[in-house]
């Protein structure tokens, strides 16, 4: 079993930046991508940015420029840098892992998610 804590959440002005984390914890078999994920009140829970276990990464077009993934594999941890922080960033971040096992099963894992609110 794998538990994903995320931190770094909070209230930030338009223009402004916030880091947030997500330490991976537990039976971690071999990671194959890391993400964030955000989900407004009424809308559906959308994918932000993603980091795989090679390095890659991927933004959804509104953040491009402006967020940054990344993470430090010894740590198991991702990072989400948001900078130039716009009112409609406002959501709860739910940092993802996808796992494949020895037995070549993939599972995955959501942390409890950190609120995000950028007032105007």
């Known amino acids: 079993q794998v538990q994903l804590v995320e931190s770094g959440g909070g209230l930030v002005q338009a223009g402004g930046s916030l880091r947030l984390s997500c330490a991976a914890s537990?039976?971690?078999?071999?990671?194959?991508?890391m993400a964030w994920y955000r989900q407004a009140p009424g809308k559906p829970r959308d994918l932000v940015a993603a980091?795989?276990?090679?390095?890659?990464?991927s933004y959804v077009d509104s953040v491009k420029g402006r967020f940054t993934i990344s993470r430090d594999n010894a740590k198991n941890t991702v990072y989400l840098q948001m900078n130039s922080l716009k009112p409609e960033d406002t959501a709860v971040y739910y940092c993802?892992?996808?796992?494949?096992?020895?037995?070549?099963?993939?599972?995955?894992?959501w942390g409890q998610g950190t609120q995000v609110t950028v007032s105007s």
């Open positions: 993802h892992l996808r796992e494949q096992t020895i037995r070549l099963e993939w599972y995955d894992y």
């Open positions: 537990g039976s971690i078999a071999s990671i194959k991508r």
């Open positions: 980091i795989t276990s090679g390095g890659s990464t």
